[in-house]
């Protein structure tokens, strides 16, 4: 192979990679959005929708939030499963850690709340995750191209819209005149 064929080789290549990213604006900041760094974002964001959801299920003291925190599991681990067939037919790594060290925190947090201040911490915490699971998506799913990969993004947030106008709900009801779930 020529020079000429190598420097045309790694240029093509480079285009490949190009229309692979995804931009996220955000803060003031660009950050390339892989279909890879995207999936292994969203398992991350599962796991921990998991994990709260199973200490608010436990810890809440109203039923609304218990019940929504059993519906947070739920859908994510069917969102979860969906996205790791996706992966898995894309060919797309996905990391094997549970949860990163920001979430990690959050949830350890959330467990050593006293009860009488887990429920507000809870939607709290619930309230900024969707913000930034919803930026993430819309980020991909504006620059991205059709795909399995994308229709995924565009049903998961829907989805996280609904997850969160019930968060809201469950922000402002008094806990008597709280909506059930």
Known sequence: MTFKHLMLAGGMLGLMAIARNVT???????????????????????????????????????????????????????????????AINEGLWMPGVDLDGLRTSLADKLQRAPLSAFDALYLQTQDNAHN????????????????????????????????????RDLMTTQPEDALAF
């Open 24 to 86: 996220r604006k955000g803060a003031g900041l660009t950050q390339k959005i892989t279909p890879e760094n995207l999936a292994g974002e969203l398992r991350i964001i599962g796991n921990f929708q998991k994990r709260v959801g199973a200490l608010a299920a436990e810890k809440s003291q109203r039923e609304a939030v218990r019940g929504f925190a059993r519906r947070m599991m739920d859908d994510h681990a069917r969102l979860s499963q969906r996205l790791e067939t996706i």
């Open 132 to 167: 930034d699971a919803i930026a993430l998506l819309e980020g991909f799913v504006a620059a991205s191209e059709a795909g399995a990969l994308k229709d995924f993004a565009e049903d998961a947030l829907n989805q996280l819209i609904d997850h969160q106008s019930h968060i």
